[in-house]
């Protein structure tokens, strides 16, 4: 008589966990693929509901917010928001865009403790809400500086701070410490703080006029740029970028690498505010930089921005768009900001996405950028009126569908 089998074979099941094994393997990198395109979409949506709350301030105030502005002035040494924050020094209450954006991100309660002054955006020590460190500031309050979703690539693996997290940037326009295509500094006669900063050169700009000079010597007696409005955007809305991402991107309350301790008003006159202003315009922005694919080509010569004068220096590497050096150490993952320098060499956009970044543009749409784009087309997205900009071909005319 025939026995009947209870069960699998062992052949029989090594074949069924193979097939078993081979669909996981399978099915793995969709499921990732699928997380990771969650992500970047969650991510523009991020950069277009930024956007649309510029055009919103736009709208209101008459003009795009700075990259770095006043707020006001805390000088009671009450909080009202922290009983025991006690003692606190009067000071400045100077933070960035992304402050002045926080009433139309559904962050009122924020909004108002930077731009109501009878709440200090610094910590005492006996502060039982906390104060700030590391990357995101000292002693700025936790309540000042919140984790908002609003402000966070979920992508960004890039997670240092423990308040005012940030993956976003705004643009900023041109660096001014520019070279030429011999390798000399251009001299701050033909680009300057105060040009760099005209309409036509980038959307946001510095809204805080420095008007002390310390012992030192440092200081200057305006560094508040002009109004930018929507309608200065002659070379098309749809065509001139707002906002990227970047994995460096510091957090975003903190206007470049100042301390809460260094906007005491007692010793205003005892800062290096020229050195805080400019590094804002990094630590939150991106910039183009006097530079061109073509640099050093003789046949150029005599296209090159005559308000310049000379020929433009050639692309860094770092400048564009996921930029990295030539080490693992400058890879775009291991840079971080920690001075003028890097931060000029890292105001560009930059993300965990393959191949690219997204972006928001000032009539509210997104797009994703790839990071091979022309260096040329960087800088016409970021200049509102190319021809009458300092880059150094401004005969150059973007085609939309470069894109």
């Known amino acids: 008589m025939k026995r009947e089998r209870n069960g699998f074979t062992l052949v029989e099941l090594l074949v069924v966990i193979t097939i078993i094994g081979i669909l996981v393997g399978l099915l793995l990198p969709a499921i990732t693929a699928a997380r990771e395109t969650a992500r970047k979409t969650q991510c523009a949506n991020n950069v277009r509901n930024i956007a649309l709350a510029t055009i919103q301030h736009e709208n209101n105030k008459g003009q795009l917010p700075g990259y770095v502005q006043k707020f006001g002035v805390h000088s009671s040494g009450i909080d009202p928001s922290d009983p025991s924050n006690t003692s606190i020094d009067p000071h400045v209450k100077l933070g960035t865009w992304g402050v002045a954006l926080l009433s139309w991100l559904d962050a009122q309660p924020t909004y108002e403790h930077w731009t109501e002054d009878r709440y200090p955006i610094k910590a005492s020590s006996g502060s039982d809400l906390g104060a700030t460190d590391g990357v995101a500031g000292l002693n700025f309050h936790t309540l000042a500086a919140p984790n908002l979703a609003i402000f966070q690539c979920p992508s960004n693996p890039n997670t240092d701070a423990e308040n005012g997290r940030n993956s976003y940037i705004a643009n900023n326009g041109l660096c001014h410490i520019a070279f030429d295509d011999s390798g000399s500094a251009i001299p701050a006669t033909a680009i300057n703080l105060a040009n760099s900063q005209d309409r036509a050169n980038g959307a946001f700009n510095s809204k805080y006029n420095v008007t002390s000079i310390d012992g030192k010597g440092n200081g200057v007696h305006a560094s508040e740029g002009p109004k930018v409005r929507l309608d200065d955007f002659k070379d098309g809305q749809g065509n001139t970028m707002l906002f990227s991402e970047n994995v460096q991107a510091l957090p975003w309350h903190r206007a470049g690498l100042i301390t809460a301790d260094s906007l005491d008003v007692a010793t205003a006159t005892d800062k290096d505010v020229v050195y805080s202003v400019e590094t804002a315009r990094y630590v939150h922005g991106m910039v183009w930089h006097y530079e061109d694919i073509q640099s050093g080509d003789a046949t150029m010569a005599s296209f090159w921005n005559a308000s310049v004068g000379v020929g433009p220096a050639a692309v860094t590497t770092f400048h564009r768009?996921?930029?990295?050096?030539?080490?693992?150490?400058?890879?775009?993952?291991?840079?971080?900001?920690?001075?003028?320098?890097?931060?000029?060499?890292?105001?560009?956009?930059?993300?965990?996405?393959?191949?690219?970044?997204?972006?928001?543009?000032?009539?509210?749409?997104?797009?994703?950028?790839?990071?091979?784009?022309?260096?040329?087309?960087?800088?016409?997205?970021?200049?509102?009126?190319g021809k009458s900009s300092l880059v150094p071909w401004p005969e150059y005319i973007l085609d939309p569908e470069a894109l």
């Open 321 to 385: 768009i996921n930029g990295g050096g030539s080490t693992v150490s400058d890879e775009i993952y291991n840079k971080s900001i920690t001075d003028a320098l890097t931060g000029r060499q890292l105001a560009r956009p930059s993300s965990a996405h393959t191949d690219g970044v997204n972006i928001g543009m000032a009539d509210g749409a997104t797009k994703f950028l790839t990071e091979s784009v022309d260096y040329r087309i960087y800088q016409a997205l970021l200049t509102p009126r």
